[in-house]
């Protein structure tokens, strides 16, 4: 069946770069999401890559893909202390109206 | 910049009660959803709706969940007969096209005691 997996915890420094990894299992995802969750609030929509691109480049946010290796990356370029939450990794395999798969989600701790 | 509204933000309730949590979906937005979190799990996928019906639902989605949008600005998800393991926190989510963009409110703690 699907399957999201992330590493549950990161720890970075002030200023630089976080790279969070995801995995997937269904080949014919369609497009694949990073959510943040900070406490207390919702499940906040950073960005979206469509399965047949490579990569996408948002401000400090560079998503890459692997289709071949199922794998997905969030890049945060000069890494905030407001950037400290829970990232979501997410798929979706069908068309319009589908459920989101959702990864455990990875604790990026920045640190000043 | 729009909102998806969720109430109450926490509720507890006795096992076996029926509770009914609200969502107010953006307002231009077509495609529903429920998703649940229980403490330290995945986020996972439990109902949407679209056009006045069900489209997908989940295995947890069993004969004890309902959902109703029951005029033109709420979508209700409705627990019948509350058991201790539906603690969890509910999401609610909508979306303009149902391909991406989903936007969550900030959930529903339930506590079921």
């Known amino acids: 069946g699907e399957d999201v997996e992330q590493s549950l915890f990161l720890s970075v420094r002030e200023g630089d770069s976080s790279v969070i990894n995801c995995t997937y299992t269904?080949?014919?995802?369609?497009?694949l999401y990073w959510y943040k969750q900070e406490p207390g609030a919702g499940l906040q929509l950073l960005t979206y890559?469509?399965?047949?691109?490579d990569m996408k480049q948002d401000q400090r946010l560079t998503v890459l893909l692997n289709k071949k290796d199922k794998h997905l990356s969030l890049r945060i370029a000069d890494t905030q202390t407001g950037d400290s939450a829970i990232y979501f990794c997410?798929?979706?395999?069908?068309?319009?109206?589908?459920?989101?798969?959702f990864g455990k989600g990875t604790t990026l701790s920045v640190s000043s | 910049e729009p909102e998806v509204t969720q109430t109450p933000s926490h509720q507890v309730t006795q096992m076996g009660q029926e509770v009914i949590l609200r969502c107010v979906p953006i307002?231009?937005?077509?495609?529903f959803y429920w998703y649940r979190q229980i403490l330290g799990q995945k986020v996972e996928f439990l109902v949407s709706?679209?056009?006045?019906?069900?489209?997908?639902k989940s295995e947890i989605f069993d004969d004890q969940f309902s959902v109703e949008r029951p005029d033109g600005s709420n979508f209700t998800l409705k627990i019948r007969s509350t058991k201790l393991e539906d603690s969890a926190m509910y999401f609610c989510?909508?979306?303009?096209?149902?391909?991406?963009?989903?936007?969550f409110g900030s959930g529903t703690r339930l506590t079921v005691v």
């Open positions: 989510a909508s979306s303009e096209s149902g391909t991406y963009g989903y936007t």
């Open positions: 269904d080949s014919s995802s369609t497009y």
């Open positions: 890559i469509f399965s047949n691109m």
């Open positions: 997410a798929e979706s395999i069908r068309q319009a109206g589908t459920a989101l798969i």
């Open positions: 307002s231009n937005h077509l495609y």
């Open positions: 709706f679209y056009n006045n019906e069900i489209s997908e």
